[in-house]
């Protein structure tokens, strides 16, 4: 019985370690102070000047990672984190998490489609920078409001992402089918301001060394050709 009770309370010890890790590296894990009254601005952190610029607009799971992944690509000019895909005007961070506006974390990219065409982008959203046969989730944040989302702005768009998911299946890349939304963009909000640059601003955050970096990395070993030369 004395054997089974310290078997019990390593198994409990476990699990809590279990649930404090995933907690610790969950996405919005370690905000700063200022987070609780979180500032906004009202175009996020767009380009001054946006001409001749084009937009394209993906979710897959934390848009840390997201933003960081698609900004080190030559031709994109800034990355902008916010929320798409759902029905409240100007959600916040709190709100989207509680799951109670339908929004996904999702960045908006600005490019330049002279140097970066929007097949690229999306053959490395779809490739490199998530797992798009997740549903509802990515590795360990859990819920829609991670969920795998290409948003199109034209039919042209369209047209190009549902032509490349076709052909990523085709070549057998992921084991299961993806399951990526193709749907129209309806409004982007920008996220509050202290996400935006989060990877870079906070290397120390247990998040991104252990989950954001691997994404990053992941697209820079598939696409070395993309990378800007700084």
Not at 46 to 74: I, R, V
Not at 128 to 142: E, K, L
């Amino acid at each position: 019985m004395k054997n089974m009770k310290n078997i019990l309370r390593s198994f409990t010890q476990s699990v809590a370690g279990l649930a404090a890790f995933l907690l610790l590296v969950a996405c919005g894990s370690g905000q700063p102070a200022e987070a609780q009254s979180p500032p906004r601005s009202t175009a996020g952190f767009a380009p001054a000047n946006t001409t001749g610029l084009a937009q394209a607009t993906f979710a897959g799971g934390c848009f840390w990672a997201q933003e960081e992944a698609f900004e080190q690509l030559k031709g994109v000019k800034q990355v902008v984190s916010g929320y798409a895909g759902g029905t409240k005007a100007n959600p916040t961070y709190e709100e989207v998490a509680d799951k109670t506006t339908g929004h996904a974390e999702a960045v908006a990219i600005y490019y330049d489609p002279k140097v970066i065409s929007y097949q690229t982008l999306a053959d490395v959203f779809f490739r490199a920078s998530h797992d798009p046969t997740q549903r509802n989730r990515q590795g360990y944040d859990v819920g829609p409001e991670y969920r795998s989302v290409a948003f199109y702005r034209t039919p042209e768009e369209k047209k190009t992402l549902e032509a490349t998911i076709v052909r990523v299946n085709a070549s057998k890349q992921y084991g299961d089918k993806i399951v990526t939304e193709v749907v129209p963009l309806a409004k982007f909000w920008p996220a509050e301001d202290y996400h935006q640059g989060y990877f870079r601003l906070h290397p120390e955050n247990p998040y991104i060394s252990n989950v954001s970096q691997k994404k990053v990395d992941h697209v820079r070993k598939a696409f070395p050709q993309l990378l800007r030369q700084e």
